[in-house]
């Protein structure tokens, strides 16, 4: 079959962003996982890159 330009172009872009996304939430998920566990003021919590600016 032969399809638009236009659809081709929908499709294409379409792709495109579904794809950045799922690397996107997949790196998130992985980096949220690699983050530490600390026991801080009683209580377990993730440590964040920022944690010490948090707790200003």
Same mark, same amino acid.
């Given at each position: 079959?032969?399809?638009?330009?236009?659809? *081709?172009?929908?499709?294409?872009?379409?792709? !495109?962003?579904?794809?950045?996304?799922?690397?996107?939430?997949?790196? &998130? @998920? *992985?980096?949220?996982?690699?983050?530490?566990? !600390?026991?801080?003021?009683?209580?377990?919590?993730?440590?964040?890159? &920022? @944690?010490?600016?948090?707790?200003?």
């Amino acid at each position: 079959m032969h399809y638009s330009d236009i659809w *081709q172009l929908i499709v294409n872009t379409a792709t !495109t962003v579904l794809t950045f996304l799922a690397v996107f939430l997949i790196q &998130n @998920s *992985q980096n949220r996982a690699a983050r530490p566990w !600390t026991k801080s003021s009683g209580r377990w919590t993730r440590q964040g890159w &920022n @944690s010490s600016a948090s707790s200003m």
